[in-house]
C-alpha cells in the first residue's frame, strides 16, 4: 500500500480556504499542488488582464496557504519543465511525492471534469472529485427541482433560494411583499447623473511580476494591462465589497441598466471577478448587503436586486450550464452562422455604443450587464453572428468569465440559441432602446431615429431583419406577438426598405 500524502490540485478558480478538498484534511498529509498551464490560458485567447488576474490570484493563495500550514507544490507558468497541461502536471507530482490518492473539488467547466473523469485510469491511483460547496445550491439539489418541470424559469428557482438562505424575508413572506423589485432597476440615466469613480488596486511586487510574464508571454493577446486594478486577494476583495456597500449600493438597483460614455462601471458591485474565482463568498455578499438594507444605508429594491443577481441568476446559470452540457456549447437553434466582426476586437467601428463598449472591454475587462446583453448580445443576435464564435469571444474577453457562467448567458439569455430553454423570448431590441437607456446615440455617427438607408441606425433595421428571417421559429411565441403584428401592418414597400437597409449594412461586415 502507498504510504505518500494526499494530493490535491487546486484549479485557478478555487482559491478559497473554505474549499470543499481541503476542509477535513490534516496538512501534514497532504500535499496543494498548484498549476499555471499553457493550456488554460491559450484555449481562447484570454484578456491579457484575465490571465493577471488568476495568476496574481493563484500566486497570493499559494502563501496563504504557506502560511496556514500547507505544503504547496506550485508550478509556475516559465517552469522550464511545466508540461503546459493539468494531467502532465498532477502526473509529475504524483512522480515527485508518491501521493497514495488525489483529491479535489469539481470544477467549473465541463472540459475539465472530463479530464479529472479520466485520471484515475489514465495515472493508476484513486481520485476523490467532492461538490462544490462554495455555491448555495448543489447541482444534485438543482437537478431536483428541474425534473419534470415544463418550464424552467429562474424566477421559481429564486424564490426558492430565497427561503433556503432567509435572505430578504419576513418569516415565509418576501420583504416588502414582493419577490422582485426588477421594474423600479430599470432607469436610463438621468441628466448630471455622475457615478463615484470605482476602487481599483495598485499591484503588489507579486502582482507586477505577474505582469511582466503576462506581457513576454501573452502580448499579442486581446487587452490592456495600463491601470489594472483588480483584487487579487481576500483582503482587497472584502474592501471592494466594502466600498460597493459604502458608495455605490444606495443608487445600483435605480442606474442598474444605464450606460453612460466615460463611466464604464456606473453603480456596480465589480466583485464577480472575485466572486467566480473564490476570493468572496456569495452568501457572505448577500448578508452584507441585506444587513445594508436593514440599517437603512440602501434601498429594498437595490439590496433586493443585488441579491437575486447572486443567489438567484448565477446559481440557476450554473445550474443550466450542467444540466444542457455537452450539448449547449453547439447549440444554435436560430441558425445563426455569420462570423464575428472584426470591429468586436478592435472597437474601429461608427456605432458608438459598441465602440464604447468594445473599449471599456479592452481597458477593463469588463463591461457590465446591459453593455454584454443589450449591446454585444442583442447585435449578435439580430446580426446573425455564430453563437460559437460570440461565445468564444465572451469568455475571451471579460475578467468574470468562466465557462459555466457565460455559456447559458450568451447562448441562452443573448442568443436564443437554445431555442427558449433559458429565455421566453429573445432580447432583441432596436436602436430605441439603447437611446432610452444610455446617452451613446447623441454623438453617434448614425441618427437612432432614421429607420433605413446609411445614415440610419443599424440596429434598427437589423431588428426587424431578424422578425422577418426568424417567422417560422419564433412568431407562435405569445411574447413575440406585437413585434409580429407590428410587422405584418407595415406596408410591403416599407418592409422591403427595411430589409434592404439590413442586408446592405451586413454585406459591410469584415471577419476578424
Not at 446591459?370 to 469571444?393: C, D, K, S, T
Not at 432614421?450 to 441606425?457: D, F, M, Q, S
Request: proline share 6%; glycine share 8%; aromatic share 10%.
Amino acid at each position: 500500500m502507498i504510504k505518500g500524502p494526499v494530493l490535491i490540485p487546486v484549479l485557478g478558480d478555487q482559491v478559497s480556504p473554505g474549499l470543499s478538498s481541503l476542509a477535513g484534511k490534516d496538512p501534514a498529509d497532504c500535499v496543494v499542488l498548484m498549476m499555471e498551464v499553457m493550456d488554460e490560458t491559450t484555449h481562447v485567447r484570454h484578456h491579457q488582464a484575465k490571465i493577471v488576474l488568476i495568476l496574481a490570484a493563484m500566486r497570493h493563495f499559494a502563501d496563504d496557504l504557506r502560511r496556514a500550514g500547507w505544503h504547496v507544490d506550485y508550478v509556475a507558468l516559465d517552469d522550464p519543465a511545466n508540461t503546459g497541461s493539468f494531467a502532465g502536471e498532477v502526473s509529475r507530482a504524483l512522480q515527485r511525492h508518491g501521493a497514495r490518492e488525489i483529491r479535489v473539488t469539481e470544477p467549473g467547466e465541463w472540459r475539465v471534469r472530463q479530464m479529472i473523469d479520466g485520471w484515475a485510469a489514465a495515472l493508476h491511483v484513486p481520485v476523490d472529485v467532492l461538490p462544490d460547496t462554495r455555491f448555495v445550491c448543489p447541482l444534485p439539489d438543482f437537478f431536483a427541482w428541474a425534473a419534470g418541470r415544463r418550464e424552467l424559469r429562474m424566477e421559481w428557482f429564486y424564490r426558492d433560494m430565497r427561503r433556503k438562505t432567509g435572505l430578504l424575508m419576513e418569516g415565509d413572506k418576501p420583504a416588502g411583499g414582493r419577490w422582485n423589485f426588477d421594474a423600479e432597476n430599470r432607469s436610463g440615466p438621468a441628466p448630471g447623473l455622475a457615478p463615484p469613480p470605482p476602487l481599483t488596486f495598485a499591484p503588489d511586487t507579486m502582482t507586477q511580476d505577474v505582469m511582466a510574464l503576462v506581457r513576454a508571454r501573452f502580448g499579442n493577446h486581446f487587452g490592456r494591462l495600463d491601470g489594472f486594478g483588480w483584487p487579487v486577494t481576500r483582503a482587497e476583495a472584502d474592501r471592494l465589497m466594502d466600498h460597493f456597500i459604502a458608495t455605490r449600493l444606495h443608487e445600483f438597483g435605480m442606474w442598474q441598466d444605464a450606460m453612460l460614455a466615460g463611466h464604464d462601471t456606473m453603480f456596480h458591485a465589480l466583485i464577480a471577478p472575485a466572486l467566480n474565482l473564490g476570493l468572496l463568498d456569495p452568501i457572505d455578499v448577500c448578508r452584507r448587503v441585506e444587513a445594508a438594507w436593514r440599517d437603512g444605508r440602501a434601498p429594498l429594491a437595490a439590496a433586493e436586486g443585488f441579491i437575486r443577481q447572486v443567489i438567484g441568476w448565477r446559481e440557476y446559470i450554473r445550474g443550466m450550464y450542467w444540466l444542457d452540457m455537452p450539448g449547449l456549447a453547439e447549440a444554435n437553434a436560430l441558425n445563426a452562422t455569420r462570423p464575428l466582426p472584426d470591429f468586436w476586437w478592435t472597437g474601429d467601428t461608427p456605432m458608438r455604443c459598441i465602440a464604447q463598449t468594445v473599449r471599456a472591454t479592452r481597458d477593463n475587462a469588463y463591461a457590465h450587464h446591459i453593455q454584454r446583453l443589450m449591446i454585444m448580445g442583442n447585435f449578435a443576435l439580430i446580426a446573425g453572428l455564430h453563437p460559437r464564435e460570440v461565445a468564444a469571444w465572451f469568455l475571451a474577453v471579460y475578467a468574470d468569465a468562466y465557462e459555466w457562467v457565460e455559456l447559458p448567458n450568451v447562448a441562452g439569455m443573448a442568443l436564443h440559441a437554445d431555442g427558449g430553454r433559458l429565455a421566453s423570448k429573445p432580447y432583441a431590441a432596436s436602436g430605441a432602446y439603447i437611446d432610452r437607456m444610455s446617452d451613446y446615440c447623441g454623438a453617434c455617427r448614425y441618427k437612432v431615429k432614421v429607420k433605413t438607408g446609411p445614415e440610419a441606425c443599424p440596429f434598427n433595421a437589423l431588428y426587424w431583419h431578424f422578425i422577418d428571417r426568424n417567422t417560422d421559429r419564433l412568431a407562435r411565441n405569445p411574447r413575440m406577438a406585437n413585434p409580429y403584428a407590428t410587422w405584418r401592418r407595415m406596408s410591403a414597400e416599407k418592409r422591403a426598405e427595411t430589409l434592404a437597409s439590413a442586408e446592405a449594412f451586413l454585406a459591410t461586415l469584415g471577419a476578424g
